[in-house]
């Protein structure tokens, strides 16, 4: 029989103009003991009680079969470093949303085997704690929810060899395009430039007005010298090895609809050595240049956005706890440093004030 958790997830009705109901996910593992990290199957039924049809995200959540971070993973009180693919949602196309229709449910297995570093960490017995913070689409606008759920433990007797998502590559480069198409190449080299201004000008921002409302909005009180060193890594190029692809690499996440760039961090010791970005074809065929927010882009609608998120993770592993810029505000002060969309909007927010 399997061992199943449940957590009530409260909606706040007024917010998403539901009468009544909260949305429940069960938790669960085929076994609770297993030989190899390989036999790990975790599934998440997500369901919806309500009379109303509920839109999510779908990236970086239980709802998520690829291997992003559905989880969070700890060994005792030590965390299991994650080394899957962090996805930056095309967030114009309704493929990037699933929907939970009124009274109905979605199960989703999980096979973790290849997104988390088990070997540095040993056999032994693992906590799941399923990632939960849902965005919620409501006529148009976006609504978060930082959910807490119950986590699930599964005992690894043997089998914690590192496993990876895709085969490791021996020619990583820094962060220059890798691409055999002109128009293409010069698209990523235009958003690297644009993201490294944007990143650049946020630097000089912290050491001119460290104590800015917008700085406190998104960082709140966190050191300023440890989140202007994040952004001075990425404006002076310094993050290391990481590749810009402009085509997806044989058996990629960019046949997955609603993607429209994903990173793949390369582990080794527990540390992350170097990383690859993939530009799938909404980022050519979408999004716009920086100057278009001046006349109202959303900010995830421009290759610079888009790059800047993606250089965040690369450079210093930056999470996606939240998307978008209203639900980086809300975040709790722990979180705000490791989200990778409070960097994005910061840096956004403050260029456009400074130069539209």
């Known amino acids: 029989m399997l061992s199943r958790y449940t957590v009530l997830l409260s909606f706040a009705v007024t917010a998403l103009a539901l009468s009544s109901g909260d949305l429940t996910v069960k938790l669960s593992a085929v076994s609770p003991t ?210 810009l692809h402009c085509v997806d690499r044989a058996g990629g996440l960019c046949s997955n609809p609603g993607i429209a760039a994903y990173v793949w961090l390369v582990t080794s010791g527990g540390n992350i050595i170097s990383s690859e970005s993939y530009f799938c074809n909404w980022f050519f065929t979408s999004t716009r240049d920086l100057r278009s927010t001046c006349s109202g882009v959303n900010f995830p609608s421009t290759r610079a956005n888009v790059m800047l998120h993606e250089l965040t993770h690369g450079d210093f592993a930056s999470g996606d706890i939240v998307y978008d810029c209203p639900g980086s505000r809300a975040l709790g002060d722990a979180d705000k440093k490791k989200n990778a969309d409070n960097y994005t909007c910061f840096a956004m927010h403050n260029w456009k004030q400074y130069n539209c």
Request: proline share 3%; charged share 20%.
């Open 34 to 243: 297993v030989a190899s990290i390989d036999d790990i199957i975790l599934t998440a039924v997500v369901s919806n009680p309500t009379s109303k049809d509920i839109k999510f995200v779908k990236f970086n959540t239980v709802l998520d079969e690829l291997p992003t971070k559905s989880f969070k993973v700890k060994k005792g009180d030590a965390d299991v470093l994650f080394s899957g693919v962090d996805v930056v949602p095309a967030i114009t196309e309704d493929s990037a949303f699933v929907t939970i229709p009124a009274g109905g449910s979605i199960a989703v297995n999980h096979t973790v085997s290849a997104s988390y570093d088990f070997e540095s960490a040993g056999a032994g017995t693992f906590t799941f704690d399923a990632i939960t913070n849902l965005r919620v689409s409501e006529g148009g606008k976006m609504t978060h929810f930082a959910l807490d759920a119950a986590s699930v433990d599964v005992e690894v007797t043997a089998d914690v060899a590192k496993r990876t998502v895709f085969p490791e590559s021996a020619n990583l480069r820094a962060s220059n395009p890798v691409c055999n198409d002109a128009g293409r190449r010069n698209q990523l080299a235009a958003a690297l430039d644009e993201a490294r201004a944007v990143a650049g000008g946020a630097a000089h921002n912290i050491r001119a007005d460290p104590n800015s409302a917008n700085f406190r909005t998104y960082f709140n009180n966190h050191n300023r010298n440890d989140i202007w060193y994040n952004f001075d890594r990425i404006a002076g190029n310094y993050g290391g090895n990481r590749g």
